[in-house]
């Protein structure tokens, strides 16, 4: 995945945005947001999470109407000035950064495909990159999670013959410790 410029896009001589689409703004009023594979990791969980960021943010700012999309929402603010949706966009780009930027943890299962027991393995073992460790109490006991940056995550994602690899080479070392601790045929 090529990273992006940090600059945004242009669309008529209007600021642009790095994530919400701005290009039917000056003659609308209307946002459009479809989550991107680089801000949610490609997490449906993360998707609907951004979407729920952007909708609340505007409608704390701006009296306006969200319409759901097949994958994303449109916003239109027909009673705001175009100035200040552009500053309720840079408010929500801020925080859409942020949401980026985030630390993984469970939805990694998901990005990947893989089982709970598999992501713990593998990061145990090094297979997964992490980029930390969280610590909350549950009761008395502490409990830790493994963080994975979003980046590493991507790039595993991108190679699921990596991820098919490592179970061919459990299943094989499950069979030959099951073939090993079972008892030898009797009477033959």
Known sequence: MPPLRDETR????MPG????DLSKLPTS????FIPSVHLTSGSAKKAVQAIQLVRSAFRQRLKCIVIPTQSG???QCPEASVPAILNASAAVEEKLNR???EHLTRMVQEILSITAAELRRWSKDGRIPTSGRAFF???RKQVGLFLYSSESICALAARPE???GWRRSGNERKLLHKQSSLPPLAGR
């Open 10 to 13: 242009m669309h008529d001589g």
């Open 17 to 20: 945005s790095r994530y919400l």
């Open 29 to 32: 009023r209307t946002v459009e």
């Open 73 to 75: 929402i449109t916003i």
């Open 99 to 101: 949401l980026q930027r």
């Open 137 to 139: 109490s549950q009761g």
């Open 162 to 164: 990596q991820i098919a």
